[in-house]
């Protein structure tokens, strides 16, 4: 019997791909293409929406000329991608009316600054489970409507049609006619109730966003509409969809409270997964939903770090240290420790769970021993240090105290990084066969709603550990560690 196949599109936010994988989990094809950043002033970021579509678009295409037979076989399409990043297109045209404006953006920061000074956080949490930082969708969207020239006339007639990049995919990928969400982008904007699972009326009135703007909200698993016929050779169905950190929960197959994934890419992000109750947090992390299916939300506690391997791509690109980011592990070992040396990456800003969108990066403790080799360690050490602080944070949140942390994204390629994390933990860490855990997740999704899988259980049995790394650092070591990394976040704290 010929086996089916499951496409998953992964927009990320350096690069659009599109994977194909076997109903085993195992990757067939895979197609990717670099995304541009633009940086028009200090703190703002921005992406071309067309050049998101088209590389997604290019990419689907190349994967199904590649391997024609396996491509006739999908059975689904599930998309996952950059969270919060906002796209406003105009319905009419199906144009976009901007560049997109990217989650890493700290244009609002200051609005964002008087919303707490006005004493609308504690509502923004209750209602969101986020935060009043420049983050989230919804101060960028308020911000376009507010600043570019007759959006905000345009937005009330309901001319103008707003997203996330789950949302602009969908809208193009089904020609123009499928205008919706899922729950967990949607949670992602700072509009959604997370505890009725609606667009929120009050945090719309606070941000004056109009709903004429808004897509419609589905679960994880469900039908998204097909692609259009001329797109990819035949109608597809879209069957499942969740932002990135999500989606990379489901790969990982974190199914039971208290169970962890770790991502390290751009940024980092850690997921715990708390079960069916909508929990605060009371150490400011963020409550999210993990995954909606069949109208049951099973919730989230989330902690993001703005910048993980992005650190590494400065002290490639900006200072010029290595040629290649997987040379930083062979720098890194090369000196025995860090000598002193901590760098603080917070290049556009403090995430969880101090959250300072003011703070700027900072290497500490350097002496003239100090050479290349220590603020390179300095800056893979951070990564576990700053997941220490997201650990310490989600232990007094919740009675979890995982037994392993799942690790997966672009770093964890580097052993240095993963042993220190086992090391600064105190836990074991384990590493997927398949480190493409987003993309995986996507394609889980579209496959419980195409039926190539009969539930989450099923997803347990495609997750194989590859590596895992045990602590081996005595008590004292990890404490005096931590402590200078403590030491030289002081000043960054507000
Ligand atoms: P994203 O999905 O956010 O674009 P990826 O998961 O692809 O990111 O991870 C890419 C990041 O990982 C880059 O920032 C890169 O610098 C870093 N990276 C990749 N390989 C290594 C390595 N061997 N050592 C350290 N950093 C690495």
Redesign the pocket.
Known sequence: MTQPTLLAIDQ????SRAILFSAGGDIIAVKQKQLTLHYPQKGWVEQNADEIWDDTLWACRSIIKEVPDEAARIAGIGITNQRETVILWDRETGRPVHNAIVWQDRRTADFCQSLKQDGHEPLITERSGLLADPYFSATKVKWLLDNVEGLREKAEGGALAFGTVDSWLLWKLTGGSVHATDATNAARTMLFNIRTQQWDDALLSLFNIPRSILPDVKDNVADFGHSAPDLLGRAIPIGGMAGDQQAALVGQACFAPGMVKSTY??GCFALMNIGKECKESRHRLLTTPAYRINGETTYAIEGSIFVA??A??WLRDGLGLFKD??D??MLATSVSDNNGVYFVPAFTGLGAPHWNPYARAAISGLTRESTAAHIIRAALEAQAYQTLDLMDAMHSDTSHDPAVIRAD???V??NF?CQFLADMLNKPVEIPAVTETTALGAACLAGLQSGVYGGLHELENIWQCARRYEPCIGANDRKALYEGWKKALEPLIP
């Open positions: 990320g936010t350096t690069s890419g751009t391997g992005a590494i791509q980011a997987a930083s592990e994204g672009g770093l390629a580097n990084v």
